[in-house]
């Protein structure tokens, strides 16, 4: 297979753990015997300062030209004081993904045996490990409607969806729930909020016309953020939309061990990606060599098999970071006593060298 991609590695540990997600994708290309050719561009705070822009014409058109989109994180606190709209993050990712009507943004979570002692639930709650996956509306909602005021003494921002926004994430989120455990949770605010008296109504419309055969559940998203932690067994595909799921996702990081293994895929409805981890720049750490490359390494492993259809090369990685971790090899983020504790790079070639 011959693929083209795009590689934006934007700002902190973007570029750190980038690197070595780029070394496991080109382990994968050798042993399977594909060529991945890379374009690389700047994004972010990197683009800023270099072309005084974060998102430029060229990067978006070298993104027009790929297969697909491995994406870092963009932003710290030497962009912070820009307004808002010339901001790394709403200045370059949210563009991104409007651009491509990246809609749906699917975040697997859980934890893994190994981990369980990196969770901060107790072993009990966790048992032999659970997952489940979040699937946020990612072009709508409060994220991009009209924003207004002088952000000194007034200032809003107005949070919409229509009937076909909710209904195709919806779709997505149902073909997901059967090709899984068959389950569903509607994660909403539909007690207060009218966008949301209209989201559960079209997801109550689609399931009873489309996938009555799945089991559908609706949580406020209040309720919901307990209902995790206490019974995360429950739940097998989470629907909501743009600013729950942020916010749902962090907390799911959290107890899957940690942000830093926490990988997504941002689609459109023609299965074209760009491949985020959840977490961002993690400006605290940068530059120390100790970030968790795999949430970065786990978007390669989504890409292979979403964008791709390489499901063995996609396992093949995946069973790589299992045995690593089996073995006891663990970054800073996720060690635990007994474990050997090692940076960025070494975790890589733990990974590498069990592929
Ligand atoms: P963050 O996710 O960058 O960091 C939160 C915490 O998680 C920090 O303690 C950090 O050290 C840790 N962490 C994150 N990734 C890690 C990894 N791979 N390995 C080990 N530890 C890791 O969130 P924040 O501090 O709120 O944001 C920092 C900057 O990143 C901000 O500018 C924010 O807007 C941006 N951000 C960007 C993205 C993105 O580009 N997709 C996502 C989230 C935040
Ligand atoms: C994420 C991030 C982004 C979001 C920011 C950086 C725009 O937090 O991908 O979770 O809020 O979507
Ligand atoms: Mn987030």
Known sequence: MNKKIAVLSGDGIGPEVMNEAIRVLQKIGQKYNHKFELQEALIGG?????????????ALKICEESDSIL???VGGPKWDNLPREKRPEVGALL????????????????????LRDSSPLKNEIIGE??????VRELTGGIYFGEKGGDEQNEAWDKMAYSRSE????ARVAFELARSSRGKLTNVDKANVLK???????????????????????????DNAT????????????????????????????????SIGMMASASLNDKNF?????????????????????????????????VSFGLKEEAEAIENAIKKTLDDGIMTGDIWIDGAQKVGTKAITDAIIERI
């Open 71 to 73: 994406f870092g994180s």
């Open 195 to 221: 966008t949301s008296v209209l989201w559960r109504k079209v997801v109550k419309e689609i399931h009873a016309n489309e996938f009555s055969d799945i089991e559908l559940d609706h949580l406020y998203i």
């Open 166 to 169: 909710i209904e195709r994430i």
């Open 95 to 114: 563009p991104l993904r409007k651009h491509f009507n990246l809609f749906a943004n699917i975040r697997p979570s859980g934890v893994v045996k190994m």
């Open 46 to 58: 990197a683009s800023i300062d270099q072309y005084g822009e974060p998102l430029t014409a060229e």
């Open 226 to 257: 307990m209902q995790i932690l206490t019974r995360p067994h429950d739940f097998d595909v989470i629907l909501t939309g743009n600013m729950f799921g942020d916010i749902l996702s962090d907390e799911s990081a959290q107890i899957s061990g």
């Open 273 to 305: 990606g760009l491949f985020e981890p959840m977490g961002g720049s993690a400006p605290d750490i940068a530059g120390q060599g100790i970030a968790n490359p795999i949430a970065q390494i786990r978007c390669v492993a989504m890409m292979l098999e």
């Open 129 to 134: 490990g659970f997952s489940y996956t979040i």
